[in-house]
């Protein structure tokens, strides 16, 4: 007896291992007629395997369930493999009915009729129909298709395992899990679906009862699962729902956790924001609506239908007395850094968005009160917003910026994704308005480079996409510093009006101290323009180092004097170019009087264009060329003085400046001159001269002067005026010189000793 046991053990052992490997298409026919018996519908199968280790069963490769005719050509689901066990009993019966279908890697199609019908529905009827059991449903792995009588829906479900299983006639238990998602986006799964529940075919129409979770998702892609856009605010989202009551008309209650709520610009705020919610659902119509609790002092609301199809929602929000100390984080603007910021005041209105709606609403902040930082405080009465056709808009509003007032508007067009804000102050302090748009992380166009002072006017900003930021505005500016890196001391700005837009810049009526003297002036910056800069500087009277200070901005080219402290940038002009036009007068400037200097700087070179000058009534002019190819610059630089009185005569001399200050210096010219006194009267004298000023001193020769050639240099000196001697063909020629103030005494002598 037990030899037959072991016999029957290895044989069963054995049959159990050889199924699967035993081909039973010859079954195929029979499995065929079950199925559609079962399910109301035409079956292709691929091949049949046996399987006896988990019950008698096949495994069916490459099952296509086809679709009613009435209903569509394309059929209802395509099965990479179906697992079919088989009810035992039946086989004893001589039948051959299901216990459970396990689908894998399948594709199911489902549909709605004409008459609103669903596909699944006749499959449920046509099990009925058969008098047998209903099979236990598994689908694992499974994508689930929607579509509306010819048309495919753009949702669908991805990596979706379905538990379908009959407690008695009138009860079946469902279990779902899936991933919503789009066929028009290349991201596949927004979020994660787990229901579980029971569907009760008592009565007129199944009542189904739910428990329905969303696990936690980014709600940006919750947005794009909807609306098909991300509507710019990001965060996760998670709720737990109970959903029971008849297939028409749904009730749902739940609750939502909204956290790290913020602007797509911004980085995620800390918080969690829980929101409980009831609502309705009526499957046959496609329709959901939802809404927050009527009570709190903000409210919400979802409409969506035909949410399978083509969806058509909207999102209503409706704040009452709403304080907004709690927001304090999520209303940060974006790129802001803002230490210890808090907001006080309430907030009224209503906001609307939808699939064919642009948001729309308004908004109304009353006893706001923005504080950060020690001291730093905006404040405001009311501010009202709109929404209108994309546009965002900050009507009007009358604020206190630390106390002092201020008026601004903003405008956003969601179309552009461009911005433009104006505010307007009647005096505002620099320092101030500069704490806060550095905090907003805004660079703040040319008054950046203001380490004091007023402004009174308008200032504009906007900002189109990704471009840079637009500065304009028409402001007079009082008693203001500006630092001057090359400056011993800031420029002090007594008054200025300033007129700037889309790169250039007009500063007129300025008062202003620098180097030493008062000035007046005007600046332009132009950034289309070969030069792009032009500075025009007048002053009464000006020492010669005060004169030097004033012009080495505009001569040397390596300081960028104008680019960093005006904050326009070079960059802005055409390359190769950020060249300075200037010009400078002087009613005196030493002993020199109505002093004028006009010229240009290109890279390294300045050019001269005219300089002149009177002096003792005599005038000087000329013209000439810096080249600033290493620490000092290369001089060259003519000119000519007419009617210069001396020793009793009149002279007059044209020159040119050659060489570089520190190292040799050649000044070449000729001279003439008539009616002097030189020792004796002199009719007339001409002549050229050289003068060489090098490290070790100073040299001068005259050559042709009245066939004679003197040479000569300065006596040495402790202090004061020197004297010049000139000796040659047995003549001596003497002449004071002083050079604080510069003047040319008559000769002490003319003979030799």
Not at 37 to 43: N, T
Not at 217 to 232: F, N, R
Not at 267 to 292: A, F, K, M, N
């Amino acid at each position: 007896m037990k030899r037959i046991l072991k016999w029957a053990a290895v044989l069963v052992a054995a049959a159990l291992a050889v199924a699967p490997f035993l081909n039973a298409d010859r079954f195929a026919p029979r499995i065929r007629a079950g199925l559609e018996q079962s399910l109301g519908r035409k079956v292709d199968i691929g091949n049949v395997r046996v399987h006896l280790l988990t019950g008698p069963g096949f495994t069916l490769r490459n099952v296509v369930i086809h679709e009613d005719a009435k209903v569509s050509a394309e059929p209802f689901a395509y099965v990479g493999a179906m697992v079919v066990k088989l009810r035992v009993l039946s086989l004893l019966q001589g039948k051959l009915e299901f216990s459970s279908l396990r689908l894998e890697k399948v594709h199911v199609n489902l549909m709605r009729a004409r008459d609103g019908s669903w596909n699944v529905q006749g499959m449920f009827q046509a099990s009925r129909d058969s008098n047998a059991p209903l099979a236990e449903l598994e689908v694992r792995g499974g994508r689930l298709n929607f579509k509306f009588e010819d048309t495919k829906s753009v949702y669908y479900f991805t990596n979706a395992d379905i538990d379908f299983s009959a407690s008695d006639a009138e009860t079946f238990d469902i279990w779902f899990v899936g991933e919503p998602s789009r066929t028009d986006t290349l991201a596949r799964g927004f979020g994660r679906v787990t229901a579980r529940g029971r569907l009760r075919d008592i009565g007129a129409e199944p009542a189904l009862e739910l428990d329905v979770q969303l696990d936690r998702s980014a709600l940006q892609e919750i947005a794009v699962l909807i609306g098909g856009a991300d509507l710019g605010v990001h965060g996760s989202v998670q709720s737990r729902a109970r959903i029971a009551g008849p297939v028409s008309k749904l009730k749902i209650e739940g609750t939502l956790q909204l956290a790290d709520l913020h602007h797509w610009s911004q980085p995620p705020r800390g918080g969690t924001l829980p929101v409980s919610y009831t609502g309705e659902l009526r499957l046959p119509e496609q329709s959901l609506r939802l809404e927050t609790d009527a009570k709190q002092p903000l409210q919400a609301g979802l409409r969506l239908d035909k949410y399978l199809s083509a969806a058509q929602w909207a999102v209503g929000v409706e704040a009452k007395k709403l304080p907004i100390a709690g927001a304090s984080e999520w209303l940060r603007p974006p790129g802001a850094a803002f230490n210890g910021m808090t907001l006080e005041g309430t907030i009224d209105g209503s906001f609307l968005v939808g699939h064919d709606v642009a948001a729309k609403g308004e908004a109304r902040v009353t006893a706001l009160k923005w504080a950060w930082g020690e001291g730093n405080t905006l404040e405001s009465e009311e501010v009202a917003v709109t929404w209108k056709d994309r546009m965002t808009e900050l009507r009007a509003a009358q604020a206190e910026l630390d106390g002092q007032p201020l008026a601004a508007e903003c405008a956003r067009n969601g179309a552009e994704l461009s911005w433009d804000c104006k505010a307007t102050s009647r005096a505002i302090d620099v320092r101030k308005l500069r704490s806060w748009t550095q905090a907003l992380g805004v660079k703040a166009s040319w008054f950046d480079s203001l380490g004091a002072g007023q402004l009174r006017g308008t200032v504009q900003v906007k900002q189109r996409g990704g471009d840079p930021l637009e500065w304009s505005g028409n402001v007079e500016i009082r008693n203001a510093e500006v630092a001057v890196p090359e400056l011993d001391a800031p420029v002090k700005v007594a008054a200025a009006s300033a007129a700037w837009s889309e790169g250039k810049l007009q500063v007129q009526n300025a008062k202003l101290t620098a180097a030493g003297a008062a000035w007046s002036g005007s600046y332009r910056f132009d950034g289309d323009g070969v030069r792009p800069h032009r500075v025009v500087l007048e002053t009464d009277a000006v020492e010669y180092a005060a004169m030097e200070k004033a012009l080495r901005p505009m001569a040397k080219p390596s300081s960028g004097f104008l680019s960093r402290a005006l904050g326009l940038g070079e960059a802005q002009a055409p390359a190769g170019s950020g060249g300075v036009d200037f010009e400078l007068r002087a009613k005196k400037a030493g002993v020199l009087e109505n002093v004028r200097l006009a010229g240009s700087r290109e890279s390294e070179r300045v050019s001269i264009s005219a300089w002149s000058a009177t002096w003792q009534e005599s005038k000087w002019s000329g013209k000439g060329v810096l080249r600033w190819t290493a620490a000092t610059p290369e001089l060259d630089i003519t000119g000519g003085v007419r009617g210069f009185p001396w020793s009793g005569g009149v002279v007059e001399s044209d020159w040119r400046l050659t060489g570089r200050p520190g190292a040799e210096l050649h000044i070449d010219g000729k001279a003439k001159g008539a009616g002097m006194v030189i020792g004796e009267p002199v009719e007339s004298l001409q002549g050229r001269y050289r003068v060489t000023i090098g490290r070790r001193g100073a040299t001068a020769a005259f050559d042709q002067l009245e066939g004679a050639k003197l040479t000569g240099k300065p006596v040495e000196r402790s202090a004061g005026p020197f004297v010049l001697v000139f000796e040659g063909e047995g003549r001596e020629v003497r002449l004071r010189v002083s050079l604080q103030p510069f003047e040319i005494g008559n000769a002490i002598a003319n003979r030799a000793p």
